[in-house]
């Protein structure tokens, strides 16, 4: 079954700046000389298989090859450069995270020296935590969900004097938009990409590269149907609280928008898909098998979006983003097993 919103028609004129804090050309490419620094550009491939499988031309952005396996650590990067440029480097910072916004920020921190305590909530995934805090972090488990692991950090950076490093921010949006000006200028022939909504820093960045280099490819939200605050504020023009029970796509599973992210995403998203966990789990087995690629849960959501959509694809290129890999080694195990016909 389609669960596909129609949201208001996109903005698509090159040059349209509507909504605050977006990058434009010099400021991207700024950043690129920012990320550069760490890592080089991450490949794009057109799989056979993933192309086969679509029924269409179909390239895969590799944001799992970053240093810590997804695209968060780019804006960490550019959010730590604007400190230091702006002379404004504190002696700790504090975030909240589901795990590679945590090691995006527990990178920088690092390379900077500054302090850094990560707040994650209760039952986070192992591996992301152990990751975190093999970069020097400070991790306190605290709360149910991200919500609650958010507004606990932001208690704790105010008692403490230390800067509380957001999950949306103008300078980090500035470091993920490298990746979407990286493929879109790798491949120009791009039709469609689809973009999965965490805290809406991945798919504000795809609409910068967008309107910076003054493309018209649609741009599709993807979000996890059991965590819909973005597809429900997105219909409703405001923020809408929704409960998160996705299992699987821990990156998507955020309760409520961001009003900042919404400002920029609803003029220009095409439409906004949700996939189940079973839809995202078929799509880490099918890029697993394509690729030989381990995807996380957000990191198959766009991919599982184009299958679910595939009818309507065809006889265009269509971007998909392998944005993070970072998942349990039990959560793949029991995703790949050949008894797992359904991910619950």
């Known amino acids: ?31 690129a000389r920012v990320v550069y620094r760490e ?50 480097l504190p002696a700790e910072v504090v975030s909240a995270t589901r795990g590679n916004h945590g090691q995006s920020i527990g990178w920088a921190a690092r390379a900077h020296g500054v302090a850094c305590t990560i707040v994650v909530p209760h039952g986070n995934s192992l591996e992301k935590n152990a990751a975190m805090r093999a970069l020097g972090v400070t991790l306190i488990e605290h709360g149910e969900d991200f919500q609650e692991s958010r507004e606990f950090a932001m208690r704790l950076a105010t008692e403490r004097g230390a800067h509380m490093v957001p999950s949306f921010h103008a300078d980090l949006l500035s470091g993920v938009s490298t990746y979407w000006w990286e493929f879109l200028l790798a491949v120009p022939q791009l039709d469609v990409v689809y973009v999965p909504i965490g805290q809406g820093s991945g798919a504000c960045s795809a609409i910068a590269a967008k309107l910076a280099l003054g493309r018209t490819l649609r741009i599709v939200g993807v979000v996890s149907a059991h965590a819909t605050t973005y597809a429900d504020s997105l219909a409703a023009g405001r923020v809408v609280e929704a409960p998160v029970s996705t299992q699987l796509a821990d990156g998507m599973a955020c309760r409520i928008a961001d009003p900042a992210a919404l400002d920029i995403l609803l003029p220009h998203l095409d439409h906004i898909v949700q996939v189940s966990d079973d839809e995202v789990a078929q799509a880490m087995r099918d890029l697993y098998a394509d690729t030989h690629n381990v995807a996380e849960g957000a990191g198959a959501a766009s991919f599982a979006a184009a299958m679910q959509e595939r009818a309507q694809l065809q006889g265009q290129v269509v971007g998909t983003t392998l944005c993070g890999g970072n998942v349990d080694s039990a959560t793949v195990a029991k995703v790949l097993s050949p008894h797992a016909s359904r991910f619950a």
């Open 1 to 31: 079954m389609f669960r596909t919103q129609v949201l208001a028609p996109p903005a698509t004129r090159p040059g349209n700046r509507s909504g605050s804090g977006l990058p434009d050309l010099p400021a991207i490419e700024a950043a």
């Open 39 to 88: 890592f080089q550009a991450t490949p794009q491939y057109r799989w056979g298989l993933s192309s086969q499988r679509l029924g269409t031309d179909c390239w895969i952005k590799h944001e799992n090859h970053t240093p810590v396996g997804a695209f968060k650590l780019r804006g960490g990067l550019t959010y730590f450069d604007a400190l230091k440029q702006r002379g404004a």
